[in-house]
């Protein structure tokens, strides 16, 4: 299964990866080979996160990165990465809800 990244995805990522650099370069760039990462193991077990309990789908799934929560969804041919949020922060489930 190939994994595909949002435009909203990947922007915050980066604007995770520049708040993180503000202070440690380094630490950015490795949070971002990280998640990376750990999104890429999606293509062989696309049902190892858990499903996001505020929108109760079960082809809406998170896995947990650090502090972070990247959201994405179970399809056919594919995993769309959805989102990619702080654990902290309040989550609207409209921000995925009749994305593909």
Do not use: C, N
């Not at 993180?20 to 490795?30: L, P």
């Not at 309990?53 to 082809?59: F, L, M, R």
């Amino acid at each position: 299964m190939r994994v595909r990244w949002s435009l909203l995805a990947l922007r915050r990522v980066s604007e995770i990866v520049d708040y993180i650099s503000h202070d440690h370069t380094e630490a950015g760039r490795k949070w971002a080979e990280g998640v990376f990462d750990a999104v890429d193991q999606l293509e062989g077990f696309p049902g190892q996160g858990r499903v996001v309990p505020e929108v109760g789908q079960p082809s809406i799934r998170e896995v947990i990165y650090g502090e972070y929560h990247v959201i994405y969804k179970v399809q056919a041919q594919a995993i769309g990465v959805l989102t990619v949020r702080h654990g902290r922060r309040r989550f609207d489930p409209r921000e995925v809800r009749g994305r593909r």
